[in-house]
């Protein structure tokens, strides 16, 4: 039997974990964010007037690649208040996938505009920097990121196409961004020189532009603190109304409890949805209704619009036919990987002895390249299993459901669900992977298949 072999190098994750404790007794106590800046500026003499300018632990929103987020700290290393802005520079964490060893603060450099109408949401970013200042007189930051990362993003990258956008911003234009993917595509590519940039091209750097977005958040949210904003409505303290002790916890009601009821889950619908209609080949101007045998995923049931419905289904064989170094870059969690190209197709299997793949000829009429290739298929590809498709814009997936069809399966149990390209949508992002958690180098060779002869 063909035989795969798989070399992964896993990336060891390490998250360092600051916890900041005084000992005001015997008794270890935890302390919050404001003693302990108060400790550093006032008790350690750091604070402004003395030998350094204002330093501060501030709260930081960790995300990680399987966009996990955790509760972190960040650490403001310089605070200067000039006429109509600050300076400030600020040290954090971004990638956690190394070991600790490994894992370089990153210090960043900013400059927040102080606006004449005092309210926070109306100042503005108008520098971020991880190397030199705006006058190009001191290095004012440090890139601490893989530099490339795994996917094979650089830091220039990141300098010259993303940090880009964020400048000229107020912070209530950037407040509600929580990953990369809410930033809007058209919002990315205005401005001069932009309109040929995509920010799709970081999808495989999440980590690094996802805590960018994050260190823009803390530090606007810690430039909230400045004096210059004590009359802005919007960050008042608002004083709770204390619980009420004497009052008992009411019991949860009987009808709210769903233990031991059955999961009820979506009911399959027929693949192929015949009341779409498609495009016969990329010239045709007119579209024709959608039958059984077209494998388009223009004429699917599931895509992105409703795949969410149906994941997670135990009664469900869900693959992704993309090679492994497409996949490792942006997948879906506890998809298999079974690559189209490198296993199951390529014109010319059937009549050069170099190729592996189990058939040539074309989809629609599939040479076997060995007398077992249609067990092999079925191995990989079981007939009494609902099947899933996934590539990366749904064309592997339908040529091989053209070979699939071509070869006996029962097509009412085979699914186009699309490409990874169509899933871009924030309900996705908690089944997505698009951090490259280890490496592999895939080597394909077949032992005792027996090869049909020419």
């Not at 935890?30 to 400790?39: H, L, R, S």
Request: glycine share 6%; charged share 25%; with cysteine.
């Amino acid at each position: 039997m063909r035989h795969l072999k798989k070399t992964a190098v896993l990336i060891v994750v390490a998250l360092l974990l600051g916890l900041f404790t005084i000992a005001a007794t015997p008794v270890q106590t935890a302390v919050g964010f404001d003693e302990i800046n108060k400790y550093l500026n006032e008790d350690l003499d750091l604070g402004e007037g003395s030998k350094a300018n204002p330093v501060a632990v501030i709260p930081i929103q960790h995300v990680d690649g399987p966009l996990d987020e955790s509760d972190f700290a960040a650490f403001v290393n310089f605070k200067y208040v000039a006429r109509d802005f600050v300076k400030y520079q600020v040290t954090y964490i971004s990638c956690t996938c190394r070991q600790a060893a490994d894992n370089y603060w990153t210090t960043v450099y900013f400059e927040l505009t102080l606006p004449e109408s005092g309210l926070l949401d109306d100042a503005v970013l108008q520098t971020i920097s991880y190397e030199r200042d705006p006058a190009d007189k001191y290095t004012v930051g440090f890139w601490g990121d893989s530099d490339p990362i795994p996917s094979g993003m650089t830091y220039e990258q990141i300098r010259d196409e993303y940090l880009p956008w964020f400048v000229g911003k107020t912070y209530g234009e950037l407040k509600d961004l929580r990953f990369i993917t809410d930033i809007d595509p058209v919002s990315y590519a205005d401005g001069e020189g932009r309109d040929e940039l995509t920010v799709d091209v970081f999808s495989g750097a999440t980590v690094s532009t996802n805590n960018v977005i994050r260190v823009v958040n803390a530090i606007f949210k810690y430039h909230g603190t400045d004096e210059h904003f004590e009359d802005d409505p919007s960050l008042a303290v608002v004083d709770e109304e204390p619980a009420d002790t004497d009052t008992p916890d009411e019991e949860p009601d009987d009808e709210d409890e769903d233990e031991g009821e059955a999961v009820t889950r979506a009911a399959l619908p027929a693949p192929r949805d015949l009341s779409k209609t498609f495009k016969p080949s990329s010239d045709s101007d007119e579209e024709e209704p959608c039958v059984e045998d077209c494998y388009l995923l223009a004429c699917s049931s599931i895509d992105a619009d409703n795949l969410i419905d149906y994941l997670g289904r135990d009664d469900v064989l869900y693959i992704d036919v993309r090679n492994y170094e497409d996949y490792l870059v942006k997948h879906f969690r506890n998809f298999e990987v079974i690559p189209y190209f490198a296993l199951i197709f390529d014109a010319e299997a059937h009549t050069d002895e170099n190729k592996i793949q189990l058939y040539g000829g074309t989809p629609q009429e599939p040479v076997p390249v060995y007398e077992e290739s249609d067990k092999m298929l079925e191995y990989l590809f079981p007939k009494d299993q609902t099947i899933f498709l996934l590539c990366q814009s749904g064309g592997r997936v339908t040529m091989l459901m053209e070979i699939l069809a071509a070869r006996g399966w029962d097509m009412s149990k085979i699914y186009n669900i699309g490409g990874m390209a169509q899933y871009t949508g924030r309900e996705y992002r908690p089944y997505i992977v698009d951090t490259m958690e280890f490496g592999l180098i895939p080597e394909y060779t077949v032992q005792g298949l027996n090869r049909v002869a020419p």
